[in-house]
């Protein structure tokens, strides 16, 4: 799997910057938003992958 909330962390950093040069405070806020939203993405594949690791380790292999 690729990194989901990569595009979502780099999407929001633009938008947050683009209103921060703009002094547009709502695209900041949604660039703000947009980060975060690819943050969480990106764990919830972390802690996806932690478990399927886990998984794998723990089944017997009774041939």
Do not use: N
Request: proline share 0%; glycine share 16%.
């Amino acid at each position: 799997m690729g990194d989901k909330g990569g595009m979502d962390k780099l999407k929001g950093k633009a938008k947050q910057m683009t209103g921060k040069a703009t002094g547009d405070k709502r695209r900041e806020a949604e660039g703000r938003t947009d980060r975060t939203k690819g943050e969480a993405k990106g764990a919830m594949e972390s802690a996806r992958d932690k478990a399927q690791g886990m998984k794998d380790s723990l089944k017997r292999d009774d041939s």
